[in-house]
Nanobody
Framework: QVQLVESGGGLVSPGGSLRLSCAASGFSSDFDVIGWFRQAPGYEREGLTCIYRSNGNTWYANSAKGRFTISRDDARNTVYLQMYNLTPDDTAVYYC????????????????WGQGTQVTVSP
């Protein structure tokens, strides 16, 4: 059973940084992609970035380029999302998800999801 568990969310001041973690278990090599998404109240789920577990190739949404960095630790089966210079517009629930081959913004293409972690950016 594939399981994804996010952690690392919380309250941060504008301009601050956070690192989110996505711990994966129950994986087979069939699921090669881990992606990060976020969803704010009243908005559609937004794809931010994703990474291929096999070769480390990545994709970033324009909204994530320059401020967010995705990385992986294969020994820990964990994927990270490092976020810098956060603003109140970054306030959302952040999710990680996995797909077999698709790495991109379309949340419908991902098969399994974590429960999400809340990120709140406020003075």
């Amino acid at each position: 059973q594939v399981q994804l568990v996010e952690s690392g969310g919380g309250l941060v001041s504008p301009g601050g940084s956070l690192r989110l973690s996505c711990a994966a278990s129950g994986f087979s090599s069939d699921f090669d992609v881990i992606g990060w998404f976020r969803q704010a109240p009243g908005y559609e789920r937004e794809g931010l970035t994703c990474i291929y577990r096999s070769n480390g190739n990545t994709w970033y949404a324009n909204s994530a380029k320059g401020r967010f960095t995705i990385s992986r630790d294969d020994a820990r089966n964990t994927v990270y999302l490092q976020m810098y210079n956060l603003t109140p517009d970054d306030t959302a629930v952040y999710y990680c998800a996995t797909s077999r081959l698709y790495c991109g913004r379309l949340y419908q293409m991902y098969d399994y999801w974590g429960q999400g972690t809340q990120v709140t950016v406020s003075p």
